[in-house]
């Protein structure tokens, strides 16, 4: 059995961890593969500012350290910030999938313009940053948002009639104004309105984080991982740095 660990990149309970577990549902995964959710120590309340980001960077990076000496096979990140991806590609062999990156080449495999669909403006920097690195700024046909305050915590649950149908109307307009061929998802945490999405837009809708669970499983299946002259390791790791800073953090009130 391969054992996946997914980084929740908040702090929450484990009844608000059901919800980020209820991703698997949306994808058909093979018998020998499982998934185990950890949340992270220490995490901004969003991720909007770089000193945001660099607080993210930290705690998933802590988070996953340890995956591979826990005897985990690959670890995904459930944040379309890929936040630490890199670093924990430097500190792990096993695979370690991000949405961010994969979404949008995935989108790409399956038209030739996209838009992202998002919650909320304060995230557009993150998606900017995706397609800058990646060079595919012309592909995306527009970056939209209902302007809704996401709910890292609790997500779409309780606001779904006023949520769903507004993502659908915004996603209408990427499809008619903007010329978009594929919808993808701002978000791992929108992944409630996927299938609302799906049944209703004529245009496929890219569901980040599932697409990692059955990245996951195809990397291990096929014996792959990153590339150590892309992810060098570090000549003098602090890994008990980096532990003892976010234990430090985690007695922290958020």
Same mark, same amino acid.
């Given at each position: 059995m ?6 929740v990149p908040?702090?929450?309970s ?9 991703q698997?549902?949306?994808?058909e995964l093979g018998?020998g593969i499982?998934?185990e959710f950890?949340?992270?120590?220490a995490?901004?309340r969003?991720?909007?500012?770089? =000193?945001?980001? /660099?607080? #993210?960077?930290i705690g998933?990076l @802590?988070? $996953? ?5 826990? *005897?985990y096979?690959a670890?995904?990140?459930d944040?379309?910030?890929?936040s630490?991806v890199?670093a924990l590609r430097s500190a792990?062999n ?6 961010g ?5 995935t989108a790409m ?8 669909l998002a ?5 557009k920097h993150l998606y900017?940053?995706?397609l800058?690195?990646?060079g ?11 302007d ?5 915590q609790a997500?779409?649950a309780?606001?779904?009639?006023d949520?769903?149908? =507004?993502l659908? /109307?915004? #996603?209408r307009?990427?499809?008619? @104004?903007? $010329?978009a061929e594929v919808?993808?998802l *701002?978000?791992t945490t929108?992944h ?8 209703r837009l004529p245009?496929?809708?890219v569901?980040?984080g599932p697409l990692t669970?059955?990245?996951a499983e195809?990397m291990?299946?096929?014996g792959?991982?990153?590339?150590r002259?892309?992810?060098p390791t570090?000549?003098a790791p602090k890994?008990?740095v980096?532990?003892?800073m976010?234990?430090?953090?985690a007695?922290?009130?958020?």
């Open positions: 391969k054992r996946v660990l997914v980084i908040f702090p929450m484990e009844e608000n961890r059901d919800q980020r577990r209820a698997l549902t949306a994808v018998p499982m998934f950890e949340s992270v120590r995490a901004p969003n991720y909007v500012s770089a =000193a945001d980001m /660099a607080l #993210a960077e998933v @802590e988070a $996953g350290l340890s995956a591979q000496a826990r *005897g096979d670890v995904c990140i944040t379309m910030s890929d630490g890199a792990l096993i695979p370690v999938i991000g949405p990156r994969a979404s949008v080449l495999m399956l038209g030739n313009r996209f838009s992202i919650m909320w403006p304060h995230w900017t940053k995706t800058t690195d990646l595919l700024s012309n592909h995306c046909a527009s970056i939209r948002w209902i809704a305050t996401p709910d890292n997500l779409m309780g606001k779904e009639e949520i769903f149908p =507004a659908e /109307a915004m #996603a307009r990427c499809i008619t @104004e903007d $010329g919808i993808l *701002g978000s929108m409630q309105a996927h299938a609302y999405l799906a049944a245009v496929p809708v569901n980040p669970y059955k990245l195809a291990l299946g096929l792959l991982t990153h590339s002259a892309a992810y570090s000549l890994d008990d980096i532990h003892a976010l234990e430090a953090a007695k922290i009130p958020h």
